[in-house]
């Protein structure tokens, strides 16, 4: 990694963090059709980013650029419509709880692909770490007591895992050698264009929804998007996808509590040692991190 204060970097993490955690609540108070929410969510995104890099004068994305990253950041925009997709259809079909669960999995399938594909090293710690979140989530999501068919919804929100690692592996492995801007710029834009495609042939409505649907789209894309993604990808450069993986593992803990408040979704007393163990779990990898680069 990079090296920068720790302040500054775990600052930003915990940002990053806190912005994606509102998203499961903000997704289902939009009540519409959840590819709209998809599509809406990267196309205001991709506005604001685009026009934040003009702004900022950055050099045009196409002269960072260097042809072997272009396959790269075209697989990571598909793979961020497919997560962000998935993932929506599946807070529609099971809990908040169960649905933010499953996808925030996806730190085993990034500590895999990190060892496997990026040759970084996996502690021990790492391994307690990965242990602990999933069995502080299990217990979590197992506080939710609602009567409806999870399968459809389970199954969707593992895809999104799945995606959603492809997609920070492949930030890991560009952001060491691109600056930000030009990378969520690029990655944000192709999400984009392959979502407002997926709504031809699924005839998804883009206009004509409530005026407090486009609201929350809004700030799904401006929140959720800009802020939280963009600090979890600036993150990258400088802290092992593994870590920035397991740091979100303390989305369900958010989502949960807000669903309590907003959504009537209550779990029972086991939200405090199921979200215990999830922040200790943050707190390991965090502390393996730094170890790493002390």
């Given at each position: 990694s990079q090296s920068l204060p720790d302040n500054t970097t775990y600052t930003v993490l915990m940002i990053g963090v806190a912005a994606v955690s509102v998203s499961a609540i903000l997704i289902r108070l939009a009540d519409t059709d959840p590819l709209a929410i998809a599509t809406y969510r990267m196309c205001v995104a991709t506005l604001v980013i685009a026009l934040g890099t003009s702004l900022a004068k950055q050099?045009?994305?196409?002269?960072?650029?260097?042809?072997?990253?272009?396959?790269?950041?075209?697989?990571?925009?598909i793979l961020l419509a497919i997560h962000f997709t998935a993932f929506n259809y599946?807070?529609?079909l099971t809990s908040v709880a169960n649905s933010v669960f499953l996808v925030t999995t996806a730190p085993i399938f990034v500590a895999l692909g990190s060892y496997w594909l990026l040759k970084e090293r996996i502690s021990s710690l790492i391994i307690v770490s990965l242990i602990l979140s999933v069995a502080g989530g299990l217990i979590l999501s197992s506080g939710v007591g609602e009567e409806k068919s999870h399968l459809g919804g389970d199954a969707l929100a593992v895809l999104a895992a799945a995606t959603a690692a492809g997609y920070m592996l492949i930030g890991r492995k560009l952001r060491f050698h691109l600056p930000l801007l030009p990378y969520i710029t690029v990655v944000y834009a192709?999400?984009?264009?392959?979502?407002?495609?997926?709504?031809?042939?699924?005839?998804?409505?883009?206009?004509?929804?409530?005026?407090?649907?486009?609201?929350?789209?809004?700030?799904?894309?401006?929140?959720?998007?800009?802020?939280?993604?963009?600090?979890?990808?600036?993150?990258?450069?400088?802290i092992s996808a593994t870590v920035v993986s397991i740091s979100i593992r303390i989305e369900p803990v958010v989502a949960t509590l807000l669903?309590?408040?907003?959504?009537?979704?209550?779990?029972?007393?086991?939200?405090?040692?199921?979200?215990?163990?999830?922040?200790?779990?943050?707190?390991?990898?965090?502390?393996?991190?730094?170890?790493?680069?002390?």
């Open positions: 050099k045009p994305f196409w002269n960072v650029l260097r042809p072997h990253q272009i396959p790269y950041l075209l697989a990571s925009g599946s807070l529609y192709v999400a984009s264009c392959c979502l407002l495609i997926a709504t031809f042939p699924t005839q998804t409505e883009l206009v004509g929804l409530p005026i407090q649907s486009y609201l929350y789209m809004i700030s799904i894309g401006i929140i959720c998007q800009v802020i939280g993604h963009s600090a979890l990808n600036w993150s990258l450069a400088y669903a309590i408040s907003i959504l009537d979704e209550s779990p029972s007393w086991i939200l405090i040692p199921g979200g215990a163990l999830l922040t200790f779990a943050v707190y390991l990898a965090i502390r393996s991190e730094q170890t790493t680069n002390s």
